[in-house]
């Protein structure tokens, strides 16, 4: 099977202990606020337009709470692998 040689790298490098924080930090934190951005602006539209709350509509699903999980997760486990290979 097919393993490409940027895909060993990294894994070489997670071994090592040689992660770079922001290149799995800075996508969650994006995710997050404009999860939080989203969130304001149909607040804002339906309160605007409809004249109730979003969340009066709309269920929230996996797909907005699966984003938040997610993205806590890749934020907790790469500090969490940071921080075993330093010590």
């Known amino acids: ?3 490409s040689a940027g ?3 990294r894994r070489n490098d997670l071994k ?3 992660v770079k924080l922001p290149e ?3 996508p969650a934190i994006c995710i997050v606020s404009s999860l939080i951005f ?3 602006g149909m607040e804002i539209a339906e309160g605007n337009i409809y004249d109730i709350s979003m969340w009066g509509r709309y269920i929230p ?3 907005v709470i699966g984003l938040f999980v997610g993205s806590f997760l890749i934020i907790i486990g790469s ?3 940071k921080y075993n290979k330093t010590h």
Do not use: P, S
């Open 38 to 40: 989203w969130m304001v």
């Open 7 to 9: 895909l060993i790298k």
């Open 1 to 3: 099977m097919y393993v």
């Open 79 to 81: 500090l969490l692998t």
């Open 24 to 26: 799995y930090i800075i």
């Open 16 to 18: 090592e202990g040689r």
């Open 61 to 63: 699903g996996f797909g």
